[in-house]
């Protein structure tokens, strides 16, 4: 990365140009709520709210479905999503310019073109992320990312063509053009990786642990979308504020998409959503607490922004579930599905909390206060169970700011109970009843003397040898699990067991060990338990 301009980074092909087309259109139907190229006195509140409805439930539910479609059928599923997408967009489409004429219709029109945009933006979706996460970790990243800082750039550029030519190019020449290119670019999928010969409910437990790791940040992900969803729910009433959204939130995917190349040319970039969840958590619950207290410009800008740290958010996640489809050789549609469904869902249930709080007043409360509080309800509920709920908080956690009172009525002989806590370890420390079980979940059944990974996801290095490996992973670019498995490949471990160690097929183990011998150079076991020993701490 380092020897490479940013320019060259930011260098255009199919399927980056492709993916920024159906951004940059899927902005102009239903990312703020608007239609922007659409006449101002065709969008009333009514029509407004209905469409989004209907758009919007559609499609989440096709996130949930394509999981649950991809885990029980995977080829049927796979062939049915080319047709999933392209069809229904072009309806959608047509059914609103149709809205346009016939305004006896308008109303039904609306519905039934949201409902088929929202089925067919889906489709789309799980293409295009299906292609990046079937590309290299490098090739895939750039694509999206690039795709991402284009899409920002051909919005804009739709402002250049008159509006009343635009609504009916967009069916009839763009949507045809990234329909096309995400066809194409299918066709050079291998379909022989893990991730695509894999068959999830065969191989059930691999799953439930991507849920059970993943599930935290995508619910950090979907309060954001909880955010966005009430503030759309307060621009129905003005169009010109959903303009606003969706230039602002297009500007900073550009600016967000340009930065993340930057800085990745230079520097390892990691991003823990759940971390950034935290940051940003104070200063969100904080914008809602002034809401009732600020102006109607006030509310304006506070949606325009949180939709612009929406659509960066979207492009991480994306990023996350491409990762974690490579990492773990599980289906893309299945991961980004179940991430996305999660998302989504949160986004509809904070329009439905904002139309709520807006049209009701309660016990004579403004609607703006009432949002707030639900807002601010809601928000806190999902930041408590993100951290683990009444689970974590009641669960053993010894530290050193516990305050610990010794039951007094005990054997009064000041010895332990071996019965109730274990024997002594030949280390000197001991066992509770719980790891001498063994519990899987432990870090006490990790193997010793290996790095491991705490509940905060970082990176914990126990022995001389897990040092060395982070050293190789940072001199030939390793991802985070490529080290695992190399750590565990020097301590000598089958593709069985590590396969069993980590959640994953023995196929996925067998692909990254592939991509480790490739990035290493080095065609032996032995050559590689070397080079690690070479390694000077």
């Not at 068959?199 to 439930?208: G, Q």
Request: one cysteine or more.
């Amino acid at each position: 990365m380092d020897s490479t301009t940013l320019t060259h980074l930011l260098r255009p092909n199919v399927a980056s140009l492709g993916y920024a087309l159906f951004l940059a259109i899927n902005a102009a139907g239903v990312w703020g709520g608007v239609f922007p190229f659409l006449p101002l006195d065709f969008q009333t509140p009514e029509i407004i709210f209905w469409f989004f409805l209907a758009q919007s439930l559609v499609f989440s539910l096709c996130y949930f479905a394509s999981a649950v479609g991809v885990y029980f059928l995977p080829g049927p599923t796979r062939r049915f999503l080319v047709r999933l997408a392209c069809i229904p967009y072009l309806l959608g489409w047509c059914c609103l310019i149709a809205a346009i004429y016939f305004d006896r219709a308008s109303l039904p029109l609306v519905v039934v073109g949201g409902a088929f945009l929202g089925l067919g933006s889906a489709g789309f979706y799980m293409l295009w992320q299906r292609l990046f996460a079937s590309s290299d970790s490098d090739r895939g990243n750039l694509d999206l990312i690039r795709g991402t800082a284009y899409g920002a750039i051909m919005y804009f550029g739709l402002y250049a063509i008159p509006h009343a030519v635009t609504a009916f190019l967009i069916p009839l020449v763009f949507m045809p053009l990234f329909g096309l290119a995400i066809v194409l670019k299918s066709r050079e999928i291998d379909l022989d990786q893990p991730m695509f010969e894999d068959v999830p409910h065969e191989n059930a437990a691999v799953y439930r642990a991507v849920i059970r790791d993943y599930w935290r940040s995508a619910l950090c992900v979907g309060a954001i979308g909880f955010c966005t969803g009430i503030m759309r729910a307060l621009a129905i009433g003005e169009p010109q504020v959903g303009s606003l959204v969706n230039m602002l939130s297009m500007a900073a995917s550009f600016v967000g998409a340009i930065t993340m190349l930057a800085l990745w040319k230079v520097k390892n970039v990691r991003f823990n959503v759940v971390g950034l969840y935290r940051v940003a958590f104070p200063f969100v619950i904080t914008s809602f607490l002034l809401l009732p207290f600020s102006s109607l410009e006030y509310a304006r800008w506070q949606a325009a922004i949180l939709y612009a740290v929406y659509s960066v958010v979207i492009m991480l996640m994306m990023i996350q579930c491409a990762q974690a489809s490579r990492d773990r050789g599980i289906n893309p549609v299945f991961i980004y599905g179940f991430f996305g469904g999660i998302v989504y869902t949160l986004h509809d249930v904070g329009f439905l909390a904002g139309t709520f709080s807006e049209q009701v007043r309660i016990l004579g409360i403004d609607p703006l206060a009432t949002t707030a509080l639900v807002s601010l309800y809601l928000l806190g509920f999902m930041f408590f169970i993100g951290q683990g709920g009444f689970r974590r908080v009641l669960r053993h956690d010894p530290s050193a700011e516990n305050i610990e009172l010794i039951m007094l009525d005990g054997r009064g002989s000041g010895q332990p109970d071996e019965s109730k806590h274990g024997a002594d370890q030949p280390d000197g420390s001991r066992r509770d009843a719980n790891i001498r079980s063994g519990s899987p979940t432990s870090q006490a059944d990790a193997p010793r003397g290996r790095g491991r990974h705490n509940f905060e996801g970082d990176f914990e290095l126990t022995d001389r040898l897990s040092k060395q490996a982070q050293i190789l992973r940072e001199q030939y670019r390793l991802s985070a699990r490529e080290t695992e498995v190399m750590e565990y490949i020097a301590r000598g471990y089958t593709v069985a067991r590590t396969a069993e160690e980590l959640i994953v097929s023995e196929n996925t183990i067998r692909t990254h060990s592939k991509r480790i011998y490739a990035k290493l150079d080095v065609h032996k076991k032995q050559e590689l338990i070397d080079m690690l020993k070479a390694v000077e701490l």
